[in-house]
């Protein structure tokens, strides 16, 4: 599909979209998203257009709309709807001309930046910027910017502004309107609260107006409809005068720590005070404040790629930018879901795509924001408790899908229909996909090992361990041959479920007993525990390679039949095989959505040689369709330590465009955060061979032809250290001790 986007504009620093298309707008709202960990704002036109998916989704708010529905982050009121008359004739870029257009998200400071030149119907000629940011400084904040300035001669201007709580989620209406108010025909608010979660939303609003520089007061003329509140502005300008509305909002919920005492009108009565407060300061000087911090993360956390191609800088870039604008790390009962805060997809839940693909950029880069994620699990265990109960079991088992740290399993029980009967599908995985029990303590484990931080296994870590384990040795089955077994599950591979001994799971269930084994050895005690899982990691079965290096993906993968993948494995969009099978025929193909058994060769390495690793990847990469954008960062990691560098990179350019690249419907409902994180890994993990295992940090670089040098900075025990790969050489700099190591030869081509 044609695409307006521009990728490699500004240094590598921004994306941009050189023309205005109405059929890709989900595309760019999702991709040019502003956020700040608090709150996520889709990027919408301030004016309004047919298929747009306007939202603002604040971290942790969740609701359940009807019995029938599972919790999600409700879209919360627009505050960016702004509708512009000039002589009589409403703004919008599908009518009259677009002269020139421009729109830029500037990676560095955070700021969306929209210039058009635009005529109108009857002739006349405006130019029109507008520019926004969600603040880093003052996480309730959202500043807009809107420039208006005729070029064919004087015009009447009326802007129409305010606050719309008539948003949805596909319909789905999550919130009971409480008040709408305005005050001093200058601030107006809108307050609502979810209808099942009991949590209040008050949006605040002001607007500034500037003629040529002078401060002007443009009373409105308040209004309100059902669940909206707005203001009618109008003015006059003479040919050549230019006029600058700063439009200022800001989002406050019973949920904020600082308010969850408060009762509704005392959080009125703070977001009263916080626009006030905010007014005095202006767009300019509270944009000042939000580049200021994000300066100081890039600062830190900036990675350097030298390439031969200069979408490469550029993605990595966009993937640290969304990592960090998705991440609520001010609020340790928070995660990052499977889109972030960038869209209603996945109802905002959080899955094991954050523990093993988001997580791990946080761990070596940001491990205070790591502690928070590493933190959301520990306060999710009563959950994992009573899921596990539910299911017969002891112990604690995650559910597939979490919201809210009290809300346990959150998976939907139906799916799309059914290609075949027409019927709504079984959703299984929250019922049966478990490796994500396993998954959290890898996380958990990676954390502590890469920072050392004590404290915070003995607080929170143990527990998790032990719980976790507890819930393996209980969910073993002995079978016929003496061996322990894990009957009816779904691994990683979506495309085979109600497996048994998929050896995915099978070994990080191994891997989760084993440790906390190793725990109980440390902390003494619960000996009918040791007992148990001594006897449990004997006697589990674990799948073995055979003669040719081959394991079996499952109990019954070898068996199935191989068809022809190519017609799948060349398509340009994921999924396409439905198209031809249903979730029961694919259960009987040698066909994998994702990387499998490959995910295990990577987060467990040291228990497989070479050859397997290469028998392997070989054998299931051809069988694998990419349909999840989990896949490709594996591949890229395996591809990279089986020194096949050429398809490290092309699986790394494929995974980096995936948000970024020319499918234009592949992120209209968000981005995809398993996959950003995913670009981190393919790059860190993978090309510049950064690892931790067994406790001890390795890099092995295995740079392809196209990139000669990769910089970036590594946590590592508490140390800062700078990391440059180029060439053969690694140089280590310890910001901490101020020393510097060069290390040479460090690898050569098979």
């Given at each position: 599909?044609?695409?307006?986007?521009?990728?490699?504009?500004?240094?590598?620093?921004?994306?941009?979209?050189?023309?205005?298309?109405?059929?890709?707008?989900?595309?760019?709202?999702?991709?040019?998203?502003?956020?700040?960990?608090?709150?996520?704002?889709?990027?919408?036109?301030?004016?309004?257009?047919?298929?747009?998916?306007?939202?603002?989704?604040?971290?942790?708010?969740?609701?359940?709309?009807?019995?029938?529905?599972?919790?999600?982050?409700?879209?919360?009121?627009?505050?960016?709807?702004?509708?512009?008359?000039?002589?009589?004739?409403?703004?919008?870029?599908?009518?009259?001309?677009?002269?020139?257009?421009?729109?830029?998200?500037?990676?560095?400071?955070?700021?969306?930046?929209?210039?058009?030149?635009?005529?109108?119907?009857?002739?006349?000629?405006?130019?029109?910027?507008?520019?926004?940011?969600?603040?880093?400084?003052?996480?309730?904040?959202?500043?807009?910017?809107?420039?208006?300035?005729?070029?064919?001669?004087?015009?009447?201007?009326?802007?129409?502004?305010?606050?719309?709580?008539?948003?949805?989620?596909?319909?789905?209406?999550?919130?009971?309107?409480?008040?709408?108010?305005?005050?001093?025909?200058?601030?107006?608010?809108?307050?609502?609260?979810?209808?099942?979660?009991?949590?209040?939303?008050?949006?605040?609003?002001?607007?500034?107006?500037?003629?040529?520089?002078?401060?002007?007061?443009?009373?409105?003329?308040?209004?309100?409809?059902?669940?909206?509140?707005?203001?009618?502005?109008?003015?006059?300008?003479?040919?050549?005068?230019?006029?600058?509305?700063?439009?200022?909002?800001?989002?406050?919920?019973?949920?904020?720590?600082?308010?969850?005492?408060?009762?509704?009108?005392?959080?009125?009565?703070?977001?009263?005070?916080?626009?006030?407060?905010?007014?005095?300061?202006?767009?300019?000087?509270?944009?000042?404040?939000?580049?200021?911090?994000?300066?100081?993360?890039?600062?830190?956390?900036?990675?350097?790629?030298?390439?031969?191609?200069?979408?490469?800088?550029?993605?990595?870039?966009?993937?640290?930018?969304?990592?960090?604008?998705?991440?609520?790390?001010?609020?340790?009962?928070?995660?990052?879901?499977?889109?972030?805060?960038?869209?209603?997809?996945?109802?905002?839940?959080?899955?094991?795509?954050?523990?093993?693909?988001?997580?791990?950029?946080?761990?070596?880069?940001?491990?205070?924001?790591?502690?928070?994620?590493?933190?959301?699990?520990?306060?999710?265990?009563?959950?994992?408790?009573?899921?596990?109960?539910?299911?017969?079991?002891?112990?604690?088992?995650?559910?597939?899908?979490?919201?809210?740290?009290?809300?346990?399993?959150?998976?939907?029980?139906?799916?799309?229909?059914?290609?075949?009967?027409?019927?709504?599908?079984?959703?299984?995985?929250?019922?049966?996909?478990?490796?994500?029990?396993?998954?959290?303590?890898?996380?958990?484990?990676?954390?502590?090992?890469?920072?050392?931080?004590?404290?915070?296994?003995?607080?929170?870590?143990?527990?998790?361990?032990?719980?976790?384990?507890?819930?393996?040795?209980?969910?073993?089955?002995?079978?016929?041959?003496?061996?322990?077994?894990?009957?009816?599950?779904?691994?990683?591979?979506?495309?085979?479920?109600?497996?048994?001994?998929?050896?995915?799971?099978?070994?990080?269930?191994?891997?989760?007993?084993?440790?906390?084994?190793?725990?109980?050895?440390?902390?003494?005690?619960?000996?009918?525990?040791?007992?148990?899982?001594?006897?449990?990691?004997?006697?589990?079965?674990?799948?073995?390679?055979?003669?040719?290096?081959?394991?079996?993906?499952?109990?019954?993968?070898?068996?199935?039949?191989?068809?022809?993948?190519?017609?799948?494995?060349?398509?340009?969009?994921?999924?396409?095989?439905?198209?031809?099978?249903?979730?029961?025929?694919?259960?009987?193909?040698?066909?994998?959505?994702?990387?499998?058994?490959?995910?295990?060769?990577?987060?467990?390495?040291?228990?497989?040689?070479?050859?397997?690793?290469?028998?392997?990847?070989?054998?299931?990469?051809?069988?694998?369709?990419?349909?999840?954008?989990?896949?490709?960062?594996?591949?890229?990691?395996?591809?990279?330590?089986?020194?096949?560098?050429?398809?490290?990179?092309?699986?790394?350019?494929?995974?980096?465009?995936?948000?970024?690249?020319?499918?234009?419907?592949?992120?209209?409902?968000?981005?995809?955060?398993a996959s950003i994180g995913g670009i981190w890994q393919s790059l860190i993990f993978g090309l510049a061979g950064v690892r931790l295992t067994d406790g001890v940090l390795r890099i092995r670089p295995r740079l392809p032809k196209a990139i000669s040098r990769i910089a970036f900075p590594l946590w590592w025990?508490?140390?800062?250290?700078?990391?440059?790969?180029?060439?053969?050489?690694?140089?280590?700099?310890?910001?901490?001790?101020?020393?510097?190591?060069?290390?040479?030869?460090?690898?050569?081509?098979?």
């Open positions: 599909m044609s695409t307006a986007m521009d990728y490699t504009r500004g240094e590598q620093w921004l994306i941009g979209e050189s023309r205005f298309c109405r059929e890709q707008l989900g595309k760019a709202e999702s991709v040019f998203s502003l956020g700040n960990g608090y709150m996520g704002l889709r990027s919408a036109t301030e004016e309004g257009y047919l298929g747009e998916r306007r939202g603002l989704f604040v971290a942790g708010c969740f609701n359940c709309a009807s019995e029938n529905e599972v919790t999600e982050l409700p879209n919360g009121p627009d505050v960016l709807g702004a509708e512009l008359t000039l002589n009589g004739c409403r703004f919008a870029l599908d009518t009259g001309k677009i002269l020139s257009y421009d729109r830029t998200l500037n990676l560095r400071t955070g700021e969306l930046r929209r210039s058009v030149t635009w005529e109108a119907p009857e002739g006349e000629q405006y130019q029109l910027e507008f520019t926004r940011f969600v603040s880093r400084a003052r996480l309730p904040l959202i500043g807009q910017k809107i420039t208006l300035r005729p070029i064919s001669g004087e015009v009447d201007v009326v802007l129409r502004s305010g606050l719309n709580g008539q948003m949805t989620n596909s319909g789905a209406q999550h919130f009971l309107e409480l008040q709408k108010r305005s005050y001093d025909r200058k601030y107006l608010q809108y307050t609502s609260k979810t209808n099942q979660s009991g949590i209040d939303f008050v949006a605040t609003q002001t607007h500034l107006f500037q003629v040529n520089g002078e401060a002007r007061h443009i009373p409105g003329v308040m209004a309100m409809g059902r669940r909206k509140i707005f203001g009618d502005y109008a003015l006059h300008l003479n040919g050549g005068d230019t006029l600058v509305v700063e439009k200022l909002s800001t989002i406050h919920t019973s949920r904020d720590k600082a308010l969850e005492a408060c009762t509704t009108q005392e959080i009125q009565e703070y977001g009263l005070a916080a626009i006030r407060e905010v007014e005095a300061l202006g767009y300019d000087a509270l944009f000042a404040e939000s580049k200021a911090l994000w300066e100081k993360e890039w600062a830190e956390s900036e990675i350097q790629v030298t390439s031969e191609n200069p979408f490469d800088q550029l993605a990595i870039r966009f993937a640290q930018y969304h990592l960090s604008i998705m991440t609520p790390s001010h609020d340790d009962r928070m995660s990052v879901g499977a889109k972030g805060l960038s869209g209603e997809g996945y109802k905002g839940h959080t899955f094991w795509d954050c523990d093993q693909f988001v997580l791990p950029y946080f761990t070596f880069t940001q491990p205070e924001k790591a502690k928070s994620l590493c933190s959301y699990r520990y306060n999710t265990l009563p959950g994992a408790r009573k899921k596990a109960e539910e299911g017969g079991f002891r112990g604690a088992q995650f559910p597939w899908e979490s919201a809210w740290v009290s809300d346990g399993e959150v998976t939907p029980a139906l799916g799309d229909a059914d290609l075949i009967t027409g019927l709504p599908q079984v959703i299984w995985t929250g019922k049966i996909e478990q490796h994500i029990t396993a998954d959290v303590v890898y996380g958990i484990w990676q954390y502590v090992q890469a920072t050392g931080d004590m404290a915070f296994l003995r607080e929170k870590g143990y527990p998790v361990i032990l719980e976790t384990a507890r819930f393996w040795c209980s969910r073993l089955e002995e079978g016929p041959d003496g061996r322990l077994h894990l009957n009816d599950v779904i691994g990683p591979d979506e495309y085979k479920e109600h497996v048994s001994d998929n050896a995915y799971t099978n070994y990080m269930a191994w891997w989760n007993m084993t440790l906390a084994k190793k725990c109980l050895e440390t902390l003494g005690g619960e000996g009918e525990l040791q007992a148990k899982l001594a006897d449990c990691i004997a006697r589990i079965y674990l799948p073995q390679p055979d003669e040719t290096g081959l394991m079996a993906q499952d109990a019954t993968y070898l068996t199935l039949r191989d068809i022809d993948l190519t017609k799948y494995k060349n398509q340009d969009y994921v999924l396409g095989i439905y198209k031809d099978y249903n979730a029961h025929q694919l259960n009987s193909i040698q066909v994998s959505k994702q990387a499998d058994i490959l995910i295990l060769f990577y987060l467990l390495e040291n228990l497989f040689d070479e050859k397997t690793k290469a028998v392997n990847y070989r054998y299931y990469e051809a069988r694998t369709l990419h349909d999840s954008s989990l896949s490709l960062s594996t591949h890229c990691i395996l591809a990279s330590d089986l020194d096949e560098r050429e398809q490290a990179y092309g699986f790394f350019r494929k995974a980096s465009e995936i948000d970024l690249g020319p499918n234009m419907r592949s992120s209209d409902e968000g981005i995809h955060s025990q508490g140390e800062r250290l700078k990391v440059m790969v180029e060439g053969n050489t690694i140089t280590i700099h310890n910001t901490n001790r101020g020393t510097t190591h060069v290390y040479t030869d460090c690898y050569q081509s098979r």
